[in-house]
């Protein structure tokens, strides 16, 4: 079975391509390796061991060389739909043509069930989520984003997997620390009814504040991404919550403080506590 393509996979230490691939590593690891570690950073060496060479075309959309919401949904089959529509793409060359072709797949004869035209008649319920067609999307996504960045630019964001209802990305290589997406922005935290859809959420909030955009954390709790940076003060951070609830009664706004944020505070918080304990 599947067995024989892990074991290929994992012996030809090949580049692997996926998108939003965090829970198939998950998954194979759990049916190929045995029980998963409970610590991440032996799951990283494990993973970085099978697949030294990582590629989400998730976690490429997010790069920040790209436009702020240049792509308005990074779902696979609306990147394929994107990329597969355009004629041509921006040029990743400084000083050359501002465009230039967009990478196409040519199926040939004999494996044309996922051309476009075999695709019409099932197009209610489409293709999407089968192997070998997310695979053929996954790959006209990936050459294309690599096209338009240029290798030098996309290469940044290897051995980093998008993680699901994540603002983070993880790190595959074990020394590398998990990346905070939202980079250097603040953000709120938005609890809401759970038949809310971020969308909606997302809505309200830019009707009262400028955002980046927002990402559903778990049912019923959503993070909108402020544009302003760190340098927004807490008290105009609060304000600006108090805005957005006030435009909505069912949601409840607090400032999002990140986790890496929160233990650096606490370090530091202790450490002053150490020195006062001192004197």
Known sequence: ????????????????????????????????????????????????????????????????????NKFANTALGTLYEHYSNADTIPSSTPGGEPTQPRASVTLPLGFQAYHPKSL???????????????????????????????????????NQVAMFRSLYSFAIEPEK????????TMALLLEHPSNMRSSEVESIVKSVIDTDYATSVKDGRTIAILKENFALDETMLLEKAAKVQAKNGALKVVPFLPPHVFEEQQKQDNQKKLKGDKK
């Open 177 to 184: 620390p998990h990346t905070y997406l939202a980079r250097d």
């Open 1 to 68: 079975g599947f067995r024989h393509v892990y074991n290929a996979l994992t012996e030809s230490k090949k580049p692997v391509i996926g998108h939003n691939a965090f829970a198939d590593f998950l998954f194979m690891a759990s049916t190929f390796e045995g029980k998963l570690p409970k610590q991440s950073s032996e799951f990283k060496e494990l993973l970085h061991d099978r697949f030294p060479l990582i590629c989400d075309t998730k976690q490429i959309v997010r790069s920040p060389f790209f436009a702020p």
């Open 120 to 158: 019409v008649k099932q197009r209610t319920q489409g293709a999407a989520h089968e192997a070998g067609y997310d695979a053929l999307m996954t790959g006209v996504v990936f050459l294309n984003l690599v096209r338009e960045l240029g290798i030098q630019r996309a290469s940044l964001e290897l």
